[in-house]
Structures are given as C-alpha cells and as structure tokens.
Nanobody, 125 residues
Framework: QVKLVESGGGLVQPGESPRLSCAAS????????MGWFRQAPGKEREGVSC????????YYADSVKGRFTISRDNAKNTLYLQMDSLKPEDTAVYYC??????????????????WGQGTQVTVSS
C-alpha cells in the first residue's frame, strides 16, 4: 500500500522558513520523480516544484522560484520542501505526489499517480 505523509505545516509568520517533509512508503521511492503541489482557498491546485528520481534536476513555479527549495533523501524515502521568505499568498494546503513527470513549469499534475493527504500552511501575522 502506497503512503505519502506530509508534515511540517502549521501557522507561520511572514518571512519565516519552515520545512515540509513527505515520508513515502510502499513504493520504490528512488525510482520516482516527486513533486509538491498546493491548493489555496477558492483556487485550483497548482504545481510548486518537482525533483527527478536522482535529485539531479529540480523545477519550480515562478511564484516560488528563489524562495523554495525541493530536495530528497532517497536513503530515508523522504521528500522535503524548504520554504523561505514566506508570504501570505503562500497560504495553502501543500501536497506531495509521486510518480509523475518532472520538467519546466507548469508541473503536469495529472501525470502523478500517488498523492498525500496534504498539510496546511497558513502564513499570517
């Protein structure tokens, strides 16, 4: 059974730098591209970032480029999203996903086979 479990969300102040984690199980993690997506209230889900199976290539949405960093630890079957300089407009439910395509934005979310349940990130002072 495939499981993707996100953690690290919560209420943060503008400018803070939390890190999201996604623990994966039930799949061959180091064979799969991984991605982070988010859905803000009243908006469609959008791609944030992705990383290829080896970690050799990463891609970002323009809205987070230079502020967010995606990484992975294949030995720990864990995906990360370091979020710096957070803004209120980054408020959303953040999802990790596995097994899809990874290339220049926009991320092709319809190609991802497995999804986590999401973690809420609220940026507010």
């Amino acid at each position: 059974q495939v499981k993707l479990v996100e953690s690290g969300g919560g209420l943060v102040q503008p400018g803070e730098s939390p890190r999201l984690s996604c623990a994966a199980s039930g799949l061959t993690f180091d064979d799969l591209n991984m991605g982070w997506f988010r859905q803000a209230p009243g908006k469609e889900r959008e791609g944030v970032s992705c990383i290829t199976w080896s970690g050799g290539s990463t891609y970002y949405a323009d809205s987070v480029k230079g502020r967010f960093t995606i990484s992975r630890d294949n030995a720990k079957n864990t995906l990360y999203l370091q979020m710096d300089s957070l803004k209120p407009e980054d408020t959303a439910v953040y999802y990790c996903a596995a097994g899809g395509g990874c290339g220049p934005a926009p991320l092709r979310q319809w190609t991802y086979s497995y999804w986590g349940q999401g973690t809420q990130v609220t940026v507010s002072s």
